[in-house]
């Protein structure tokens, strides 16, 4: 068989015979426990492809296609007793008997062939099938995401997967790929920072130029399958700090310029978290709701099977690709407060139509919403001590009242940002509002989130802490160097990036990062009741609240960034990569 076992060499195997069951079993007891395995059918015809996407996938245990099969070390011992309880050595037959006791992943092959001819008729025709498709376009297809921006559809991709190629046969990784992504994009910031017009130019066609990796990353892990858990975590938290930098970037090189524009920054930001916490909250409220008969689902159904509706679509929600071509010509061509302004108006716009069809589909869907749905939003809650008191405090009273919770985490977030932004600048109201906010929190959370609406409470926390930090230093009456808008930013960059590591630690399965931790950065009300009172405390004694929020900004970096760091890179950690193809 030498053309199979240089096949499997090529995907990193140590090919050996096995002439008996009783000799595979010896040999697979023999080898070392770190290593993956596969037990390959001498007879298998098929493309590499199809053999490297059943063997070699990191992400499951097991793999298999009709005549292999492979595991990783953690079902070794699960193919080792299945070689010896079945006696035999047939794969397709391994393969179901492993499927007992662990998660045997089976690759869609689509026109890739894996097949086992049963005599010299069969082989030459499965031979035929595979010489008729080109293995390896096959496999540059297949590093594209099938779900993606319009902008990175037509624009990166046709290109950039034959980046991601060359990356490979050069020995690259994904993470390093992703690395040399975030090192543009802050060098794109520092450009923006020189406040100058070339050095506008140079960040938007840098930034651009970031983003090509940031897509080629993903591509290559894809057509190398090489993924990792230091992988998913670069992956889940680099597009919001090169992002997040790159306004800071702007807002820098605008004041270098004598224009103020950290206010619409952090409203960017702000803007940009929030939506995607809605989207994040809503998908996680429905992973596996049943019944789903909402008309509205059925509509967009129908839509999606008319081509330029589909594309249309994607584009109005102003995905990532979308988002960083505008910021980069609209860098280069006008100025950093033009660019917030359009930003800020255009993600408007895309929340709007976004939020507005979940509502939509909300109302009108009859499904069972799960235990595990309501968890998980609870976790996205990011409740801390205060409103975990007044929820234990509040169960027995607050009972199941269509759109209660959240109803009253609207009414006290719309209570807080608008005292915040109508009071006195200085005066102690909005720490009154911050702790009516805290019961009203907590009174939201109090009984289980299963509501149609329950959704929208995480969303509306995040807005209503986000958006306070942002009035508040907008109005503490500090200006120029003791503005405390940039820490505003840096403390609201903070507690998002603990925002979104606790969203992809839901989506790998994992729950949120521990309650201990999430009690130790105050929850959401915590940080509020923080802020507003060192507002109160700091007004008129400049500079003094842009210390607080800077120093309030690094403890909670230091401690969100440990926790999870430790978290990413142990072995719980799991290896979770974007192939929904959501726009970010």
Not at 484 to 499: D, E, N, R
Request: proline share 5%; glycine share 8%; hydrophobic share 50%.
């Amino acid at each position: 068989m030498p053309a199979l076992g240089d096949g499997l060499r090529t995907l990193g195997f140590d090919v050996v015979d096995a002439d008996s069951c009783d000799d595979l079993a010896a040999r697979l007891a023999a080898l070392p426990a770190h290593e993956r395995v596969a037990v390959v059918d001498r007879r298998f015809v098929g493309h590499p492809h199809a053999l490297r996407l059943a063997l070699t996938d990191p992400r499951f245990p097991a793999g298999a296609v009709s005549g292999a099969v492979g595991v990783d070390a953690t079902a070794r011992q699960a193919l080792l007793e299945a070689v010896t309880d079945k006696s035999t050595t047939d794969p397709d037959r391994l393969a179901e008997a492993l499927g007992r006791a662990v998660q045997v992943h089976r690759p869609e092959l689509g026109v890739l062939v894996a097949a086992v001819p049963d005599d010299e008729a069969a082989r030459a025709e499965a031979e035929r099938a595979v010489a008729a498709v080109d293995d390896e376009a096959v496999r540059l297809r297949s590093a594209v995401k099938s779900r993606d921006g319009f902008f990175t559809t037509f624009f990166i991709s046709p290109y950039s997967r034959y980046i991601a190629r060359w990356c490979a046969r050069r020995g690259l990784t994904p993470n390093q790929v992703t690395t040399a992504s975030l090192l543009v994009a802050l060098a794109a910031a520092a450009c923006a920072a020189t406040g100058t017009r070339p050095g506008y130019i140079a960040a938007g066609v840098l930034l651009i130029a970031s983003f090509v990796l940031d897509c080629t990353d993903g591509q290559l892990a894809r057509y190398s399958l090489r993924y990792s858990k230091l992988g998913a975590w670069l992956d889940a938290t680099f597009d919001r700090a090169k992002e997040y930098a790159y306004y800071a970037g702007l807002a820098l090189g605008a004041a270098r310029g004598g224009d103020d524009v950290w206010a619409l920054a952090l409203g960017a930001m702000i803007l940009q978290s929030v939506r995607h916490v809605v989207d994040f909250s809503f998908n996680e409220a429905n992973h596996d709701a049943v019944a789903n008969t909402s008309p509205t689902a059925a509509l967009s159904d129908r839509l999606d099977s008319v081509g330029w509706t589909v594309w249309a679509r994607r584009v109005v929600v102003l995905p990532i690709g979308e988002r960083w071509a505008l910021i980069a010509v609209l860098t280069a061509a006008t100025t950093p407060r033009t660019v917030f302004v359009v930003l800020l108006i255009g993600c408007a716009l895309a929340g709007c139509y976004t939020t507005a069809g979940r509502l939509l589909r909300s109302v009108t869907r009859r499904a069972a919403r799960t235990d595990r749905a309501a968890a998980a939003l609870a976790e996205l809650a990011d409740t801390g001590p205060v409103a975990e008191g007044v929820a234990r405090a509040g169960a027995r009273a607050t009972r199941r009242v269509p759109a209660a919770a959240p109803a009253l985490a609207f009414t006290g977030a719309a209570a807080l940002v608008a005292t915040a932004c109508l009071a006195p600048a200085g005066s102690w109201w909005p720490l009154l509002a911050a702790a009516v906010y805290a019961l009203t929190s907590g009174a939201a959370v109090s009984i289980p989130l299963r509501g149609f609406l329950d959704w929208l409470v995480p969303p509306i926390f995040r807005a209503a802490e986000y958006t306070t930090v942002l009035v508040l230093a907008a109005r503490s009456g500090d200006t120029g160097v003791n503005s405390a808008l940039p820490a505003a930013f840096g403390l609201v960059a903070a507690v998002a990036y603990h925002h979104y590591d606790t969203v992809y630690r839901i989506r790998g399965g994992t729950g949120a990062p521990p309650r201990g931790l999430v009690r130790a950065t105050g929850g959401h009300e915590g940080r509020v009741l923080v802020v507003a009172a060192a507002a109160a405390l700091a007004y008129g004694h400049n500079g003094s609240l842009k210390l607080v929020l800077a120093t309030l900004a690094g403890v909670l970096a230091l401690m969100v960034l440990t926790e999870s760091i430790r978290f990413w890179m142990s072995s719980e950690a799991p290896a979770v990569h974007d192939e929904t193809g959501e726009p970010a």
